[in-house]
């Protein structure tokens, strides 16, 4: 069972960045793709990044602020999100595909306000 821990989240200003990282239990080249998604209250979890070891795409509502890395040295893997707004505020998840399984992590918040 492959085991994810978000860490990274806060508050931050509407416009300012944000980091967050996702440790995995075992190697995420061998895992493959791994993304993140968000649930904000009262709504559903979407899936605003995914990469494999080779390329990358993203939600329509994050492309062009969102850049989702990968550290295959460190098992790890980031969200850098840049122009932030109220509506980016969420529960933010990373997530794992492996041999037909989705795993998460517990989540990390993220909140926009000034």
């Known amino acids: 069972q492959v085991q994810l821990v978000e860490s990274g989240g806060g508050l931050v200003q509407p416009g300012g960045s944000l980091r967050l990282s996702c440790a995995a239990s075992e190697s995420i080249f061998d895992i493959g793709t791994m993304g993140w998604g968000r649930q904000a209250p009262g709504k559903q979890r979407e899936l605003v990044a995914a990469s494999s070891t080779t390329h990358a795409n993203y939600a329509d509502s994050v492309k062009g602020r969102f850049t989702m890395r990968r550290d295959n040295t460190k098992n790890t893997v980031f969200l850098e999100m840049g122009s932030l707004q109220p509506e980016d505020t969420a529960v933010y998840y990373c997530?794992?595909?492996?041999?037909?399984?989705?795993?998460w992590g517990q989540g990390t918040q993220v909140t926009v306000s000034s």
């Open positions: 997530t794992a595909w492996k041999q037909g399984q989705q795993y």
